[in-house]
């Protein structure tokens, strides 16, 4: 599975807090120059392997910021993990930027099991997350923060079910 959002949305943590990984990590954009690999351990000596991918921004596919070279390394995976921060102005948007980027690309990568992570949730009271609640995309999502390490558990779930689901096909 891939990871796939704006620079600065916690991809490179996430990754750190769920395997071995040591991605570098900054509170700036374009930290992740080049794909990060993670194998995550699941229950049971199960596992999967998370791909963190350098930053998307709007007109990637046009070259814009690190532009889009590296979605290759995700178009093997059959899950695409959007990440986007609790405190973006507009989370929806958002996510239909990264989609109409990955579309630009390569339409194919819309067949894809998507899934929506609310990143750095810890920013986020309870009234801010209703308030994201009531606008999201119709996708499956759950509110994460991996430095206050919530939902994590609830997140690897919703992966390996996906998962689980497109191996019995
Ligand atoms: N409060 C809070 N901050 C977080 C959380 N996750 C990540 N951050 C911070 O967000 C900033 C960016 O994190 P990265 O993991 O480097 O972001 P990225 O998506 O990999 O960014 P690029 O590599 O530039 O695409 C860092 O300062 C992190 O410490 C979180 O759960 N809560
Ligand atoms: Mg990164």
Redesign the pocket.
């Given at each position: 599975m891939g990871?796939v959002?704006?620079?600065?949305?916690?991809?490179?943590?996430?990754l750190?807090v769920v395997s071995a990984a040591k991605?570098?990590?900054?509170?700036?954009?374009?930290?992740?120059l080049v794909p990060n690999l993670g194998i995550v351990e699941y229950r049971n000596h199960r596992s999967f392997v998370m791909a963190?991918i350098?930053?998307i921004i709007e007109g990637a596919h046009e070259g814009k910021g690190l532009g889009l070279r590296f979605l290759r390394h995700i178009e093997r995976n059959s899950i695409l993990l959007f990440?986007v921060?609790a405190d973006s102005d507009n989370i929806h948007q958002e996510y239909k930027v990264l989609l109409n980027e990955l579309r630009q690309y390569n339409p194919e990568l819309l067949d894809k099991q998507r899934l929506l992570a609310i990143?750095?949730?810890?920013?986020a009271d309870e009234e801010l997350q209703s308030e994201i609640k009531s606008d999201l995309p119709d996708i499956p999502f759950v509110f994460?923060?991996?430095?206050?390490q919530k939902g994590i558990t609830e997140l690897k779930d919703m992966i390996w079910n996906v998962l689980e689901a497109s191996n019995k096909g």
């Open positions: 990871l959002g704006f620079p600065n949305a916690g991809k490179s943590t996430l750190s991605p570098e990590i900054a509170n700036f954009p374009f930290t992740t963190d350098p930053g990440m921060p990143t750095k949730s810890d920013m994460i923060s991996s430095v206050a």
